[in-house]
């Protein structure tokens, strides 16, 4: 049983599932104990902070993450310093470029912000996004290392803290909004201190940055860029919108945000599973062994699809306590719009996954045509959702549309580049099934001997 245990903890996929389980749970845990200890008025503003910041931290991050993780997978020992290099300098670059712009606009616009929902992101995202480089540096680095291990000490420390300090603050400091803002920079500041004194950020290439290398990253990101600004439209556009809205507000953003978040815990093996598969998909399309590619997409797919329906079908039929518990009595006549999100959810894989593919392949402005498409859409809906009918229901009803939508165009494109057969991921889905209990069974009757 030992060497079981210790076969399964040594698999990259294990190590990849737990650090977005620990991140998922510490960031689901201080959002629950936001929600239920800030009214509903701040904690929507709470919300529309962490998603502006989101949105914006997408943008500068899809010009440089996918690329650097593709290229890092194929590189030899003395390319590897030069691109660790200009990832840095890129990142630093557009960060402190968008620090200045975002300060720009705070003074310029200052009374009208100062009484909008955007005042806190406004105030501090210059701080944020600085003391944050070290860290989304580390992540990208691993991830293409492929050392979940290090990246599941990193976050535990970094949301670990920060739980510990809103548990703590509930008996003890009881301290508002923005203090609470103001600790979680300091908990960011130190935990990107120690990974730059660890080296986990590549800051010793700083000097290895490469103009030419540089280019080829921006070349790929202009499209990866599209690709993660469209990705957190269509997640932090509901936000946004309603945000904007004088009839729903930073009320309608916390109602909306409970289910959200909710179905975030169904991107924990969505996110494990694109970990490990960019990096594998990206070294067989460079090898051109495309018969293996497509297994390893129809699989992944699937056997994430089939793990999602029971679970949805049990979130469906207990939404409305499901919404209690999270949020409070006050969202308990709210489970309508979670019980439409877990359609969503069943849709979430084969949709994240196809993008996923495009982008191992090298064709980043395919998957930029599939985030767009769906990301206007998602727009063109939620504004008329919001402005027209004034429903958070139709603004879920409008996630599910655009979903099926980039599904469609996803598969199109992939079976146009690699010619893929879409009724094959749910056949591989329960062979992977098959597989694993398999291998369980054989290694429990190895352990039995």
């Avoid at 701040?42 to 440089?64: E, K, P, Q, S």
Wanted: glycine residues 8%; aromatic residues 14%; positive net charge.
């Amino acid at each position: 049983m030992k060497k079981l245990l210790k076969n399964i903890l040594r698999k990259k996929n294990v190590h990849s599932l737990l650090f977005q389980i620990v991140s998922a749970g510490l960031g689901f845990a201080s959002f629950i104990i936001l929600a239920q200890y800030l009214t509903k008025y701040d904690f929507g503003m709470w919300v529309l902070y962490f998603t502006a910041y989101g949105f914006l931290n997408m943008l500068r991050n899809g010009i440089t993450h996918v690329a650097v993780v593709r290229t890092l997978s194929g590189a030899n020992d003395l390319v590897k310093g030069k691109i660790i290099g200009s990832n840095w300098v890129l990142n630093f670059t557009f960060a402190a470029g968008m620090s200045i712009l975002v300060l720009l606009s705070f003074f310029v616009f200052k009374n009208p912000i100062e009484q909008s929902g955007y005042y806190y992101f406004f105030k501090y995202f210059p701080i944020l996004v600085i003391v944050n480089i070290p860290l989304l540096n580390a992540i990208t680095l691993l991830q293409a290392d492929q050392k979940f291990s290090i990246l599941l000490l990193i976050r535990s420390f970094e949301g670990g803290l920060f739980v510990l300090f809103l548990l703590v603050n509930i008996y003890l400091w009881k301290f508002n909004i923005e203090k609470i803002i103001i600790i979680q920079l300091l908990i960011i500041g130190l935990t990107s201190f120690i990974i730059v004194i660890k080296g986990y950020d590549g800051i010793k290439y700083f000097r290895q940055a490469n103009k030419e290398i540089s280019r080829k990253i921006l070349s790929f990101g202009k499209f990866s860029t599209g690709s993660f600004l469209g990705s957190n439209l269509l997640k932090s556009a509901d936000t946004f919108i309603i945000g904007l809205s004088a009839f729903l507000g930073p009320n309608g953003v916390a109602v909306i945000s409970i289910p959200l978040k909710f179905i975030e815990i169904l991107e924990i093996p969505v996110r494990s599973f694109s970990l490990t598969l960019l990096p594998r998909l990206s070294k067989f399309s460079i090898e051109n062994n495309m018969q293996k590619l497509k297994q390893l997409f129809y699989s992944h797919t699937g056997a994430l699809t089939i793990l999602f329906i029971p679970i949805l079908i049990v979130c469906y039929i207990f939404a409305d306590d499901i919404m209690t518990l999270l949020g409070g009595a006050e969202y308990h006549d709210t489970g309508i719009i979670l019980r439409v999100y877990t359609i969503y959810g069943i849709l979430l894989p084969i949709d994240r996954f196809t993008g996923i593919a495009l982008d191992s392949i090298n064709k980043p402005n395919k998957n930029f045509i599939k985030i767009m498409l769906m990301a206007t859409a998602n727009i063109i809906g939620d504004l008329i959702a919001v402005f027209l009918f004034k429903s958070l229901i139709l603004v879920a009803v409008v996630t599910i549309l655009f979903t099926l939508l980039g599904i469609i165009v996803g598969i199109y494109f992939l079976n146009k580049e690699i010619g893929i057969e879409s009724k094959r991921i749910l056949i591989e889905g329960f062979s992977f099934y098959k597989n694993v209990w398999n291998k369980v069974t054989d290694l429990l009757n190895k352990a039995s001997k």
